[in-house]
Nanobody
Framework: QVQLVESGGGLVQPGGSLRLSCAASGSWFSIGTMGWYRQVPGKQRDLVAS???????DYADSVKGRFTISRDYAKNTVYLQMNRLEPEETAVYYC????????????????WGQGTQVTVSS
């Protein structure tokens, strides 16, 4: 099965930067999209950024121009460079990977990491 392990979270001052990493292991198939979501207590888990296998990207409107997602396809690793961080972006950031696999049927799969805490505070 696929395992996703995040790293790079921590405490940063407003206006600072962090770089998150997520490495996927155990995939005998080609992962389609990898991305980052974040969640705060009492709120839903929302997309921050994602990147497909064809390099197309999606960003939440609130992070456009400040965050950059990238992938190392050979290493099954996705990164999120976060610049000019704001206190409102304090959350647990989760890595996500998805794939469409055809065996007896066509099925879509999603895997999640355990999350890494990002705290933006002075």
């Amino acid at each position: 099965q696929v395992q996703l392990v995040e790293s790079g979270g921590g405490l940063v001052q407003p206006g600072g930067s962090l770089r998150l990493s997520c490495a996927a292991s155990g995939s005998w198939f080609s992962i389609g999209t990898m991305g980052w979501y974040r969640q705060v207590p009492g709120k839903q888990r929302d997309l921050v950024a994602s990147m497909a296998s064809d390099t197309r990207t999606d960003y939440a409107d609130s992070v456009k121009g400040r965050f950059t997602i990238s992938r190392d396809y050979a290493k099954n690793t996705v990164y999120l460079q976060m610049n000019r961080l704001e206190p409102e972006e304090t959350a647990v950031y989760y890595c996500n990977a998805g794939a469409r696999i055809t065996r007896w049927e066509i099925r879509d799969y999603d895997w999640w990491g355990q999350g890494t805490q990002v705290t933006v505070s002075s």
